[in-house]
């Protein structure tokens, strides 16, 4: 094996009613006053909202509820979070919902624990983060893996910029996941999450590091699993079991255990983001448009590991040879794609087909202004970008 770290320290509850112990979870990480931030109205239709503000006055926990969290989170709601916080004087925020609660989440508890720093001056690393608030999360979608990551991700709507960062800080101290929670997702969010708990394995699994056995077919059982389950779940929605295993393989696809050891990729993501960024388009989306068009650019780096990915994920073993196996892989993951009704190319997403000067300012943004090149299985610079985005730009 290759040498690495791992920190995963965030507590799960996993199971039918893991909600319920909220407020036992809560005082065991030290809060006694705090803030649930939720999105846009589903945790309330759900009666999630209410039971939890219930649960936690019943334990004589003092909470605020702050809804309205959208997709592709903003920063300007975070900012408002951070006042709303320090005036309600939180030591603990609790995302109630998926990736956008969560990023929130942890974006306030940076705020209201630096009073007097604009949280983007994180993002945008002009501020080392050195504290935070604990975050807890009750989980209600299983996709972005944020319940047991260390990233964060933001849009900053006045500049188009929608952005990460990495920190410890950002580990949330527990996450209670209750797979009924997810009954009421609608087929379009299941199948971004597949995507997205897909992705954060494929972006990892696709390196040139050699002599991972574990951490290689970890990320392959966890691939064959989620496919498997995915098709059950878009089937029916309220199916525990598969609802389940999508939950727990969300997690574990963005804790680091599918990548240990191994030098990371993540061109699709960035590559998604900037389309995020720009059209407001969901996470999953972004990253099913454009994972063909990076593995047709990228797998002449390596063929025989996107042979191996479509003999050990998709069952390819009669291809003539490696090129035919890494191709038929890359046809696959597209045929399933399509099969969760996702769009693989930009026509099939909200933005439709895209002028060529919008691809150059896609590419040119994915560069940060050529300061930078994306990925590590091939390095990819703004040529490489622009030659994807066009790709997948019909
Ligand atoms: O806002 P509400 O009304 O709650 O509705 C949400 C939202 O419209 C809905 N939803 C959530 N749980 C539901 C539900 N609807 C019915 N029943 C439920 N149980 O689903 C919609 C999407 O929610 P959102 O939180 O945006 O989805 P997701 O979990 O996919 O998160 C996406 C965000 O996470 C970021 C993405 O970039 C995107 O901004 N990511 C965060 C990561 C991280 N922090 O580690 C890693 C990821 O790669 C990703 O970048
Ligand atoms: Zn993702």
């Not at 916080?85 to 609790?94: C, K, L, P």
């Not at 794609?337 to 087909?353: D, K, Q, T």
């Amino acid at each position: 094996m290759q040498s690495f770290t791992q920190y995963a320290p965030t507590e799960i509850v996993f199971g039918r009613g893991a909600e319920d112990r909220l407020a036992e979870w809560v005082k065991k990480h030290g809060g006694s006053r705090v803030m649930l931030v939720y999105g846009g109205g589903s945790a309330v239709r759900s009666g999630l909202l209410p039971k939890l503000e219930a649960l936690l006055e019943k334990e004589g926990v003092p909470c605020a509820a702050l809804g309205g969290v959208q997709p592709n989170p903003l920063l300007s709601f975070a900012r408002e979070g951070v006042v709303r916080a320090r005036e309600f004087g939180a030591d603990m925020i609790v995302a109630v919902g998926g990736g956008s609660a969560i990023d929130t989440a942890k974006a306030i508890a940076h705020g209201a624990a630096n009073p007097g720093t604009d949280i983007w001056q994180f993002w945008k690393a002009e501020r080392p983060l050195t504290q935070s608030l604990p975050v807890g999360v009750v989980l209600t979608l299983s996709a972005a893996g944020s319940e047991t990551s260390s990233s964060a991700v933001i849009t900053n709507q006045e500049t188009g910029e929608k952005r990460g960062i990495n920190t410890d800080f950002n580990r949330p101290r527990f996450a209670l996941m209750n797979p009924e929670l997810t009954f009421t997702l609608p087929p379009f969010q299941i199948a971004c999450g597949i995507v997205d708990i897909m992705m954060h394995t494929l972006d990892r699994y696709f390196t040139k590091t050699e002599g991972n056995e574990f951490t290689d077919e970890v990320a392959e059982a966890l691939l064959r699993v989620v496919i498997r389950n995915g098709r059950k779940a878009m089937a029916d929605p309220a199916d525990y079991d598969a609802m389940s295993e999508l939950m727990w393989c969300g997690s574990v696809s963005h804790n680091g255990l599918t990548g240990l050891g191994v030098v990371m990729d993540f061109s699709v993501h960035q590559l998604g983001h900037e389309l995020g960024g720009m059209f407001d388009i969901a996470h999953g989306a972004s990253l099913s448009i454009l994972w063909g068009s990076w593995a047709s650019y990228v797998r002449g780096e390596k063929p025989e590991r996107f042979a191996r990915y479509a003999e050990k994920v998709w069952g390819v073993t009669d291809a003539a040879d490696t090129e035919a196996a890494a191709l038929a892989g890359i046809e696959k993951t597209v045929d399933y794609f399509r099969e969760l009704n996702m769009p693989v190319c930009f026509s099939g997403g909200a933005m439709g087909v895209q002028p060529e000067p919008v691809i150059a300012e896609l590419a040119l943004r994915c560069s940060f202004y050529e300061k930078r090149l994306v990925g590590q299985f091939k390095k990819l610079d703004r040529e490489d970008l622009y030659n994807i985005y066009t790709a997948a730009n019909r």
